[in-house]
Structure formats: structure tokens, C-alpha cells
């Protein structure tokens, strides 16, 4: 990997991370739990208890992507950025380009 492609690399991890963060916030904003005090009805009550754990789920989500370029930003500068972390090749420089928190090749991610 070249020098000009990490430097691509590392502007697209800062760009993702600070994404990340706001994203995150506004999530954990809308898990909040339900309160039963709000004169909603049933369904609405219900509506709102699925959609807040719909939420979560995409919570988690945002938490591991974000801590995989949390990972790739501490690593960025070291001479095993870029190597799969199961089969030890070179992931591909556009995956790299596309999801810079990939820590898998795109055969042992599948």
C-alpha cells in the first residue's frame, strides 16, 4: 500500500469517525426507554417498543463499526495495516478505500 493510499485512508477514517459519533448519539437518543406515563395508546405503546428495539439493534451495529475504525486509525501507520486478520493476506486497497475498518479480505468475510 502506498504512501498517497493510507493518507486517502486516514482522511476517510477521520470523516467516517466523526459521522460515527453523531450517529451514535442520535441513536442512543431514540433507545431511550418508552415511558409508560405518555398517553399513547396500545399499539402506538407497542409501535414504539419494536421500533426502539429495532434501534438497538442498529446500535450495536454503529458501536462495532465504530470501534473497527477506532481500530484501523490506532493501526493505520504500523506494517500490518491492511492484513487479514484471519488468513494474514493483503486486504484489496479499494476495500480498504470503501469500509477503512475492515479487518477481513473479502473471501474470509464472506
Given at each position: 500500500?502506498?504512501?498517497?493510499?493510507?493518507?486517502?485512508?486516514?482522511?476517510?477514517?477521520?470523516?467516517?469517525?466523526?459521522?460515527?459519533?453523531?450517529?451514535?448519539?442520535?441513536?442512543?437518543?431514540?433507545?431511550?426507554?418508552?415511558?409508560?406515563?405518555?398517553?399513547?395508546?396500545?399499539?402506538?405503546?407497542?409501535?414504539?417498543?419494536?421500533?426502539?428495539?429495532?434501534?438497538?439493534?442498529?446500535l450495536r451495529t454503529a458501536r462495532k463499526e465504530l470501534e473497527d475504525l477506532k481500530h484501523a486509525s490506532r493501526h493505520l501507520n504500523n506494517d500490518d495495516f491492511g492484513?487479514?486478520?484471519?488468513?494474514?493476506?493483503?486486504?484489496?486497497?479499494?476495500?480498504?478505500?470503501?469500509?477503512?475498518?475492515?479487518?477481513?479480505?473479502?473471501?474470509?468475510?464472506?
Amino acid at each position: 500500500m502506498t504512501a498517497e493510499e493510507k493518507a486517502i485512508i486516514a482522511r476517510k477514517i477521520e470523516r467516517k469517525l466523526s459521522i460515527s459519533y453523531v450517529k451514535i448519539a442520535q441513536m442512543e437518543e431514540m433507545t431511550k426507554p418508552v415511558s409508560p406515563e405518555n398517553s399513547i395508546g396500545r399499539i402506538s405503546r407497542m409501535d414504539a417498543i419494536n421500533n426502539k428495539s429495532v434501534m438497538e439493534a442498529a446500535l450495536r451495529t454503529a458501536r462495532k463499526e465504530l470501534e473497527d475504525l477506532k481500530h484501523a486509525s490506532r493501526h493505520l501507520n504500523n506494517d500490518d495495516f491492511g492484513k487479514c486478520e484471519n488468513c494474514g493476506e493483503m486486504i484489496d486497497v479499494k476495500r480498504l478505500m470503501v469500509m477503512p475498518g475492515s479487518r477481513r479480505c473479502m473471501k474470509c468475510a464472506r
